[in-house]
């Protein structure tokens, strides 16, 4: 499968093919293979992807112990997740878990029942959880990850020539462990990697300890945040870390978010380019967005070319393409840090809502541009307006189905929507919207709904008409003049 390729272009760029940051492929490969969606796992399963997640549980914690072999691509891991039943008792209950060879499955400390096909892996305790009781699940499992095939294609756990990531946006993260894979439910994680000391290992989260020995390190990362399922990343690769430094001014002196590269050896000349401003980035994004959600920002480049960069919990992944030593992919750089706040601090209930991650990222593309001395808000919007008024007008943003959710038009149309709020409310009621909202509902979950019902406080005027015709319509609506 052919993925276009949108990550070098300008910030006005060609606006057709996928938009940036769903899972990144590799330029070079092309696996295919959809996932079997047969299967609901109940009432409240993703419409999306009815085969993935299981509503009758909520998963708190994940632990994750892996030992990762890049010569032979063989993972061995034990997961155990902390658990709580929702409100009827479990009889069985149903984990994700791609193809690996499992040796055991324990729940609650004894040996439990199993079948495992399809990517499900249907688990029997030996006695039933009760309605509401918290509950543990050890699995541990070996085998070769592979990315999962869809449409975009593979997603997930993927082998590189010297190294592996992972980039599981939006049903990949099966690939690698057992979870409840719903955006909506999120958990705090540690994870340990263990793998030949060459490599550096980086997790979404804080470096807890590394440990050396006769030939292998062992990384322990803490994620304490709740983050979603397909938000957790790894990067095995011979990467060297650079330290972004600045933050803050004397005007408004603040504690500046730590924040990290690690990066081929050959590429931190242009890293330092490319990268350059991020710190004046997140400075500005605090000032708009409220303030940053994790305790760190990480970004990886990876040894490869990626179609496309990826964000993760705390984290970003880009590919050695998207540097060049002339900041030409700036504005992927605003992009993937913006979904820090939008798609990792609040999450999406359900993948229909793609558009609150995707639109506010593409937003803070064009408010960065306004910021840093290019082209206004304004002038992106009516760039994209014009475009998207020659393109078949068939999507809607509020519910554009599986097969187009990563198409770019709702990309572009996301940031109209934001825009089209940003002119309803007015300058100063807009931005109170904007950090009401990432303070609202930070570390949480959210949908268009309550979207709609928190803008609707900064404002006297009826927005149901805004964001109907932006949002539940699929015709383009005409771009509104600024007020005066
Ligand atoms: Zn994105």
Redesign the pocket.
């Known amino acids: 499968m052919t993925v276009p390729v949108n990550g070098l272009v300008p910030a006005n760029g060609p606006v057709t093919g996928r938009?940036?940051?769903a899972a990144p492929r590799r330029r070079t490969r092309g696996s295919e293979g959809l996932l079997t969606q047969k299967r609901a796992a109940g009432p409240e399963a993703d419409p999306y992807f009815p085969a993935h997640g299981d509503t009758r549980y909520r998963v708190h914690r994940y632990e994750l112990a892996l030992d990762y072999r890049p010569a032979s691509n063989r993972l061995r891991g034990t997961a155990r997740l902390s658990a709580v039943a929702g409100g009827a008792a479990l009889r069985e209950f149903a984990l994700d878990l791609a193809g690996f060879r499992l040796q055991r499955v324990v729940v609650d400390g004894r040996a439990a029942h199993y079948t495992h096909r399809a990517g499900r892996l249907r688990v029997r305790p030996a006695k039933a959880v009760e309605a509401g009781a918290a509950f543990t699940v050890e699995v541990h499992y070996t085998g070769n990850p592979q990315p999962l095939g869809s449409q975009w294609g593979g997603l997930g756990w993927e082998e590189l020539t010297d190294g592996a990531l992972v980039a599981s946006q939006p049903i990949g993260a099966p690939s690698w462990y057992p979870c409840n894979d719903r955006p909506a439910d999120k958990a705090s994680y540690q994870i340990s990697v263990t793998a030949p000391s060459v490599y550096t290992v980086v997790v979404s989260g804080r470096l807890l300890s590394r440990t050396t020995g006769a030939s292998s390190t062992t990384w322990v990362y803490e994620q304490a945040a709740p983050t979603s399922t397909y938000l957790v990343s790894v990067s095995i690769g011979r990467y060297e870390p650079v330290q972004l430094l600045g933050g803050g001014s004397v005007f408004a002196p603040r504690r500046p978010v730590p924040q990290t590269g690690y990066v081929p050896a050959g590429l931190r000349r242009e890293f330092a380019v490319d990268f350059g401003r991020q710190t004046r980035m997140m400075d500005f994004f605090e000032d708009v967005f409220g303030p940053y959600p994790f305790d760190e920002y990480t970004v990886v480049v990876a040894d490869e070319e990626l179609d496309v960069p990826v964000?993760a919990q705390g984290l970003a992944t880009f590919g050695s393409n998207h540097l060049g030593g002339q900041r030409r992919s700036e504005r992927l750089v605003a992009?993937?840090l913006a979904?820090q706040w939008f798609?990792n601090s609040l999450s999406i209930g359900d993948w229909r809502h793609i558009w609150l991650?995707?639109g506010f990222?593409?937003y803070a593309e064009w408010l960065w541009s306004e910021h840093s001395g290019g082209p206004s808000a304004a002038t992106h919007a009516a760039t994209a307006h014009a475009h998207l008024a020659r393109l078949r007008q068939d999507l809607t943003l509020g519910d554009p189905g599986r097969r187009l959710m990563f198409d770019d038009r709702l990309?572009q149309r996301g940031g109209l929507a934001v825009h089209a709020l940003r002119q309803a409310l007015g300058e100063g009621a807009f931005f109170r919207m904007l950090r009401g909202w990432t303070a609202v509902h930070r570390h949480g979950v959210v949908t268009t709904a309550r979207l709609a019902a928190h803008a609707a406080q900064y404002t006297s005027r009826p927005l149901a008409p805004v964001l109907d015709a932006w949002v539940h319509q699929p015709a383009l609506p005409p771009l509104a003049e600024p007020d005066a």
Request: aromatic residues 8%; hydrophobic residues 10%.
């Open positions: 938009g940036s940051c964000e992009h993937e979904h798609g991650n995707e990222a593409k990309y």
